[in-house]
């Protein structure tokens, strides 16, 4: 049975040319929509719903639904830039039947699409609450001391409508609750219209699921969540939060940030200690400090162009910290080319910048994640939901701002859900040992530091001139800033220079200070391994599937108009369901060994393996150790 091949890439620009060509003809604009919806049925067959080509058998040869879904969404954002032909003659009406609002809605005409999308979300929010101000107002006798009170109370309480119930007291309180009555009495009618408005260009309604198919992923997520909500994860807190608090406090010469790899600590920390997302801690999210322990955050990932307004979140580590490393992080050379992979992203690649940041990055970060837990199932993502969970142990019952929230309003707002139910998502892990008042330890003692300086005079005999002196001293600065540094031959090469062979013989002599012995490869280690306190400490329903190593969330396909950062080509090649292995080889973090030299560990199948050999990046070391234990 030969293999189908679905052309994503082809498809799309096609689908782009033809609607483009559809734009600037003569036609009827009812003949123009009739063509939408046609070119928008054939897109959606080649993809998933030809009967003819996935009929019997051919339905194992098809794309799954939940890629269907994601590549609708892709194919939408080609048109995000566009307004619905309707939409100035549809808004010009508003402005006429809404006089309240005209001078607010006349704005939009100038706007481009994404300003509109946010304009409107955020006008649509204001209306909701229209009602309930005109009811809470009816009673308040307007030009009174007693009225004036509860007026700047309701004024305090709706925000949103401050500016026009203070007109109400500052000025002619007779216009002013005229204006204020107009003004909630048409924003009640003009939320029904405006939710009716189309804004987004026509092709957008008709690259959408079908119910079924919508009922179909809703289904499978259901049961994903049940799985979750039975297979909990419980996390030692103190032992999670010190080691999170020893990266981002190491100092800055113990971060390797040339590589992917690299940055992988420090991205990963930064993510568990303000929830955010991988994309949005390496591109695109802006953190503003408001105090100590909270940001405003701009930049929320799976949002149309110009709909995030920002929120403000809580950071589990100094805010000042979080700003330094992050920045630290983005300056990196490891990251230099991120922006660019977002921003500019090539006619022929039809996959976002976003998704591009996110495949090329998990196979770095992933390894690491899994090290950092010591458990093959743990992936960067998770990150977010024990960050959940510690923020609301933290801030939920002693917060001010959510005494009249439940948890779900709670979860919804730190996460920046728009659906309170996807947040039922984030709820898989527990925490032992909480406090409140738990603050990380640093310790005062340094014995590689005290007994490094007990070998100060004899470093003038150890080589000619000072190189001895000077070296011991840039080592002893390394181990003053982090008693607990590596300090290998490797490391003294790349942050110091000087002559290797030097180098070996420098440690040489001093590996019993540090606390080194070498190997039996030939390498300097640590001669006292450290006995690890685990992160993970109990879980429940180990027979659960590992999770997938793409950064996803658990919502990308309750929502269609989020996008599933897949790590796919854009020429799927979907083989049949009895020949896909369902057990995955799990890659230990990579350890680079200089140069193009890699070693290589990973578990499969039962069995443990290693490699170590030269390739020119992480992902080509991965691959031929695959294939020389396989």
Not at 20 to 35: M, P, V, W, Y
Not at 287 to 312: C, H, L, W, Y
Not at 314 to 337: G, N, P, Q
Not at 454 to 472: E, I, Y
Request: aromatic fraction near 10%; include cysteine.
């Amino acid at each position: 049975m030969s293999v189908q091949k679905i052309k994503f890439g082809e498809l799309v620009n096609d689908l782009v040319d033809k609607v483009n060509h559809i734009d600037a003809s003569d036609l009827a604009q009812g003949e123009k929509t009739r063509k939408y919806k046609a070119e928008a049925r054939k897109f959606n067959n080649a993809l998933f719903l030809d009967k003819r080509r996935y009929r019997g058998q051919g339905l194992k040869r098809r794309i799954t639904l939940n890629t269907f879904n994601a590549y609708l969404s892709r194919a939408r954002k080609k048109f995000d830039d566009r307004l619905h032909h309707h939409f100035h003659s549809d808004l010009e009406r508003l402005i006429k039947r809404y006089p309240a609002y005209s001078d607010e809605l006349s704005e939009w005409l100038k706007l481009p699409a994404a300003d509109v999308r946010q304009r409107r979300s955020a006008l649509l929010e204001r209306l909701k609450s229209a009602m309930t101000v005109a009811e809470m107002a009816s009673p308040v006798k307007f030009g009174t001391t007693a009225g004036n009170k509860k007026l700047e109370s309701l004024a305090k309480r709706f925000p949103d409508w401050a500016g026009y119930i203070r007109d109400c007291i500052t000025t002619d309180y007779q216009s002013s609750q005229k204006a204020l009555y107009a003004a909630l009495e048409q924003g009640s009618r003009l939320l029904d219209d405006l939710g009716s408005l189309r804004v987004n260009h026509e092709i957008l309604y008709h690259l959408t699921l079908s119910t079924a198919e919508r009922t179909s992923i809703q289904t499978r997520w259901e049961n994903v969540l049940s799985e979750k909500k039975r297979s909990t994860v419980t996390i030692d807190y103190p032992t999670y939060m010190q080691r999170l608090m020893d990266i981002l406090t190491a100092p800055v010469q113990s971060f390797d940030l040339s590589t992917r790899a690299g940055m992988a600590p420090l991205a990963f920390a930064l993510a568990a200690v303000s929830g955010r997302r991988m994309i949005e801690i390496m591109v695109q999210g802006e953190f503003e400090p408001v105090n100590k322990q909270e940001m405003k955050f701009i930049g929320q990932a799976k949002k149309r162009t110009g709909e995030d307004s920002g929120r403000r979140i809580y950071c589990l580590c100094d805010t000042s910290v979080f700003i330094e490393r992050l920045k630290l992080l983005r300056e990196s050379s490891a990251a230099a080319d991120l922006i660019d992979l977002v921003n500019n992203v090539p006619e022929s690649e039809t996959r976002s910048g976003n998704a591009m940041v996110n495949t090329r990055l998990s196979v770095a970060f992933n390894p690491f994640v899994k090290d950092f837990f010591n458990d093959d199932r743990r992936v960067y993502k998770d990150s977010r939901a024990i960050y959940a969970r510690i923020v609301y142990e933290k801030y939920f019952n002693t917060d001010p701002r959510w005494k009249n929230s439940d948890e779900d309003v709670f979860f919804s707002e730190i996460l920046g859900h728009d659906d309170e139910n996807t947040q039922l998502h984030y709820k898989q892990f527990k925490l032992r040992n909480f406090s409140a008042a738990w603050c990380p330890t640093f310790s005062s003692d340094n014995p590689r530091l005290v007994a490094l300086q007990a070998l100060d005079d004899d470093m003038p005999g150890l080589a000619n001139g000072d190189a001895a002196v000077r070296l011991h001293a840039w080592v002893k600065e390394l181990i003053a800033n982090d008693p607990s540094a590596k300090i290998t031959t490797y490391t003294i090469r790349k942050q110091y220079g000087g002559n290797p062979a030097f180098a070996k013989r420098y440690l040489d002599y001093v590996a019993q200070a540090l606390g080194m012995e070498v190997g039996d490869d030939g390498r300097f280690k640590s001669a006292v391994e450290e006995e690890t306190q685990p992160v993970v400490i109990f879980e429940l329903g180990d027979d659960a599937s590992p999770d997938d190593d793409t950064e996803e969330d658990d919502d990308d396909d309750v929502d269609d108009d989020d996008e599933i950062e897949l790590e796919v080509n854009d020429e799927i090649e979907a083989k049949p369901v009895e020949h896909v292995s369902q057990e995955k080889p799990r890659f230990a973090a990579p350890v680079s060994r200089g140069g193009n030299r890699w070693l290589i560990k990973f578990n499969f199948a039962g069995g443990h393996y290693s490699w170590e050999g030269d390739a020119e990046n992480v992902r080509d070391a991965m691959k031929r150790a695959w294939e020389a234990n396989m």
